[in-house]
């Protein structure tokens, strides 16, 4: 089961993760099995991962490829919203395009983020 991992960090420790990965690339480390998607802020991944957005993720994980027209189907929503929302899915890289149309390659969706309290 693929899941991806949704969560808010720095942009240091976004590089250091890549870092890790780069190493585990060159077979210099392990490899990382886990699958994640980083945000800066709080606000940045809710301008990303608005509840609409959220839903189309949720009936697109562990579907395969779908078309537009189909996801809009799934959701119940007018498709040039849908075809709005998804376009801005796939330019923040959430989702890919495929042959068929677009696809969400993970099976679950794990979002985590801690609150901290104003200094």
Do not use: N
Not at 81 to 90: F, I, P, R, S
Request: with cysteine; proline share 4%; glycine share 6%.
């Amino acid at each position: 089961m693929t899941t991806l991992k949704v969560k808010i960090e720095s942009l240091e420790q976004t590089m250091e993760a890549l870092a890790d990965a780069m190493k585990a690339a060159t077979g210099q480390s392990a490899p990382r099995s886990e699958c994640s998607f980083s945000f800066p802020s709080w606000e940045a991944m809710h301008r990303v991962l608005t509840p609409k957005r959220l839903e189309i993720m949720k009936v697109m994980t562990g579907q395969g490829p779908l078309t537009k027209r189909e996801v809009a189907r799934r959701v119940g929503r007018d498709f040039k919203a849908v075809h709005a929302d998804l376009e801005t899915l796939l330019s923040s890289g959430v989702i890919d395009r495929s042959d068929e149309g677009v696809v969400f390659p993970y099976d679950r969706i794990h979002i985590e983020f801690e609150i901290e309290s104003a200094a």
